[in-house]
Nanobody, 118 residues
Framework: QVHVVESGGGLVQPGGSLRLSCAAS??????????GSWYRQTPGKARNFVAG???????NYADSVKDRFTIPRDKAKNTVYLQMNDLRPEDTAVYYC??????????WGQGSQVTVSA
């Protein structure tokens, strides 16, 4: 079965850091299928792109998170991360990861709440 699990969300103070994990498992994934993206959504609003990485390691970031967020990854664990630094209240959202199978199809994680508040 396709299995994409997120973890690492929580409450953090402004200026703090948090790392989200997105682990993929299943026969359609392999250690070579390391492409993925992160999106975030607040109540009543659309889901917006945050960051992405191709299987080849090319990254792309939304302007609002450039120079603050990065996408590390661990091929051995088939896990893509979202490293969030210098967090701001406006970063508060539910974060969703989308992992690409070896055939290039995307699969969503369940979402992870990130709250940035003093």
């Amino acid at each position: 079965q396709v299995h994409v699990v997120e973890s690492g969300g929580g409450l953090v103070q402004p200026g703090g850091s948090l790392r989200l994990s997105c682990a993929a498992s299943g026969s359609i994934f392999s250690v070579d299928a390391m492409g993925g993206s992160w999106y975030r959504q607040t109540p009543g609003k659309a889901r917006n792109f945050v960051a992405g990485i191709t299987s080849g390691g090319v990254t792309n970031y939304a302007d609002s998170v450039k120079d603050r967020f990065t996408i590390p990854r661990d091929k051995a664990k088939n896990t893509v991360y979202l490293q969030m630094n210098d967090l701001r209240p406006e970063d508060t959202a539910v974060y969703y990861c989308n992992r690409l199978s070896e055939l290039g199809h995307g699969y969503w994680g369940q979402g992870s709440q990130v709250t940035v508040s003093a």
